[in-house]
Antibody, heavy 119, light 107 residues
Framework: QVQLQESGPGLVKPSDTLSLTCAVS?????????WGWIRQPPGKGLEWIGY???????NYNPSLQRRVTMSVDTSKNQFSLKLSSVTAVDTAVYYC????????????WGQGTLVTVSS | EIAMTQSPDTLSVSPGERATLSCRAS??????LAWYQQKSGQAPRLLIY???IRATGISARFSGSGSGTEFTLTISSLQSADVAVYYC?????????FGQGTKVEIK
């Protein structure tokens, strides 16, 4: 059974960097899939952050591109997200995801982790 | 960026009745349209992609249709387990964008 599990601090201070990791189990991250991050502010809709291939190739949402860095660690079968200079508007549930081979859509989601930006 | 607009915002349907959800794109999507279901407190789940292809394990009660800029998700016989927010997502252009969601409830 394939599972994705996010981990990282639930509270980040304004202007700091948000760092999350997604551990993948039951599936090799170096298989023919891209891996992504989506976020959802409390009570609101969904927003793509970006996605990455196991080789390190990536594509970020232009609205966040200046602040986003994604990476992959194939030895640990996990991938990561860093979002710098966070403010309160970055407070959201962050989901990691496996991207379908049919296109940039999600065929498997992590359970999500709430990150609150507050001093 | 392609804007996605869903209607209605909330849909109340009696058990066993049909639910019809709409999604409109600001430009043509070809067949690059997906639907997700998100139950309260859970992550979304993929229902439909390629406008009308059901994802693995999805009930045949869920069907998708449409083309160009107008798309529909139909739940043929609503059950209590279908209470959720439903999102459409275009993946024709990057960044993929989601509609604001339609909340489906039992009347």
């Amino acid at each position: 059974q394939v599972q994705l599990q996010e981990s990282g601090p639930g509270l980040v201070k304004p202007s700091d960097t948000l760092s999350l990791t997604c551990a993948v189990s039951g599936y090799y991250i170096s298989s023919s899939n891209w891996w992504g991050w989506i976020r959802q502010p409390p009570g609101k809709g969904l927003e793509w952050i970006g996605y990455i291939y196991y080789t390190g190739s990536s594509n970020y949402n232009p609205s966040l591109q200046r602040r986003v860095t994604m990476s992959v660690d194939t030895s640990k079968n996990q991938f990561s997200l860093k979002l710098s200079s966070v403010t309160a508007v970055d407070t959201a549930v962050y989901y990691c995801a496996r991207i379908s081979n049919a296109g940039v859509l999600v065929d498997l989601w992590g359970q999500g982790t709430l990150v609150t930006v507050s001093s | 960026e392609i804007a996605m607009t869903q209607s209605p915002d909330t849909l109340s349907v009696s058990p066993g009745e049909r639910a019809t959800l709409s999604c409109r794109a600001s430009q043509s999507l070809s067949s690059n349209l997906a639907w997700y279901q998100q139950k309260s407190g859970q992550a979304p789940r993929l229902l439909i992609y390629g406008v009308s292809i059901r994802a693995t394990g999805i009930s045949a009660r869920f069907s998708g249709s449409g083309s160009g800029t107008e798309f529909t998700l139909t739940i043929s016989s609503l059950q209590s387990a279908d209470v959720a927010v439903y999102y459409c997502q275009q993946y024709n252009n990057w960044p993929g964008t989601f509609g604001q969601g339609t909340k489906v409830e039992i009347k």
